[in-house]
Structure formats: structure tokens, C-alpha cells
């Protein structure tokens, strides 16, 4: 049997602010959120052009919230996660519909803005977020330093 991956890395601009809802009895949340990816390339005739792909992507639980918590409209974001195919009957025309959109994993703050309110504020490094933390980690130390050389480490200082 062959295996698959499904794995998907984007990293563009909200393109909306972050829409957070309660689905289903249980009242778990889903945020959905719209992603725009800019790509710029030149021609074979040497024009220089500008590409835009709009994606549409969602999150549950509590990446749902911690998103809708720190994240607004134009905010640069780095998201990690899957792509799934949505299908549905239309409503008015009675055919099958389809539509394919990724369903967000973990993410990233890939600007230099802070957590702290939607689209804004505060001072610091990356960011990033999934299931497993509880909030939002903080790397402070800015991107273009190397980190500090760590003294050797002895067979009693490794800690498994």
C-alpha cells in the first residue's frame, strides 16, 4: 500500500479578520480565514508582473481562538496544516459543488508586530502557536542574530 502526505506551508496576509463560530451541540469553535499569497515574477519578455492567490483556510479548537485572539485583517501570518475537499449540494441549482481549502494546524506571526490585540502592538520576535501550547510562544530574540554559543554539554547535562 502506497502512503500519502498531506501537508501544506503558506505564508501570506489575512485577508479578512478572523471569524471565530460555534459549530454543533458541543460548541466548538472554527474560525475561518481568508490567506492572500503574493508571488512576483518576471516575464520571458522581461515585464515584471505580480501574482495573488487567495486561499481559504479554517481552524478549530483552541488554535480557532488563540487566531481570532491575536490575529486582524493584513496581519502577515505563516500557517501549517492540510488540505481538505469540502462537497455540497447548491441550493438553488441542485449540483454538486466542491471547493478545496486547508485546515490550519499551527501557525506563525511572520511579522515583527507582538500578540496582544488583533493586527496590532507590542514588541518582539516570531511568534507561533498549535494544539499542544497554551498560548502564543514568544521568540524575542531578533531574526538576523545568531543565538549565543551554549557552553559543551557532558554526558550528565543531557537531560534524557
Known amino acids: 500500500m502506497a502512503t500519502s ?13 478572523v471569524e471565530l463560530r460555534a459549530v454543533g451541540g458541543s460548541g466548538q469553535q472554527v474560525a475561518n480565514v481568508g490567506l492572500a499569497l503574493n508571488r512576483s515574477f518576471t516575464t520571458a519578455s522581461g515585464e515584471k508582473r505580480d501574482e495573488v492567490t487567495f486561499v ?16 486582524g485583517k493584513g496581519r502577515q501570518v505563516c500557517i501549517e ?10 441550493k438553488t441549482t441542485g449540483k454538486k459543488q466542491s471547493k478545496l481549502k486547508v485546515v490550519i494546524e499551527s501557525f506563525y506571526f511572520a511579522d515583527s508586530k507582538g500578540g496582544g490585540s488583533p493586527g496590532g502592538g507590542g514588541g518582539g520576535g516570531g511568534s507561533s502557536y498549535n494544539d499542544e501550547d497554551s498560548q502564543p510562544q514568544v521568540n524575542t530574540r531578533p531574526a538576523n542574530r545568531a543565538a549565543p554559543s551554549a557552553a559543551p554539554m557532558g554526558d550528565d547535562d543531557i537531560p534524557f
Not at 505564508?11 to 479578512?16: A, D, E, I, K
Not at 481559504?56 to 490575529?71: H, I, P, R, S
Not at 496544516?81 to 447548491?90: E, F, H, I, N
Open 5 to 17: 502526505l498531506n501537508r501544506v506551508l503558506l505564508m501570506g496576509n489575512l485577508t479578512r479578520d
Open 56 to 71: 481559504d483556510c479554517e481552524a478549530w479548537g483552541k488554535t480557532a481562538e488563540v487566531m481570532q485572539k491575536y490575529l
Open 81 to 90: 496544516g492540510r488540505l481538505k475537499l469540502d462537497t455540497w449540494d447548491d
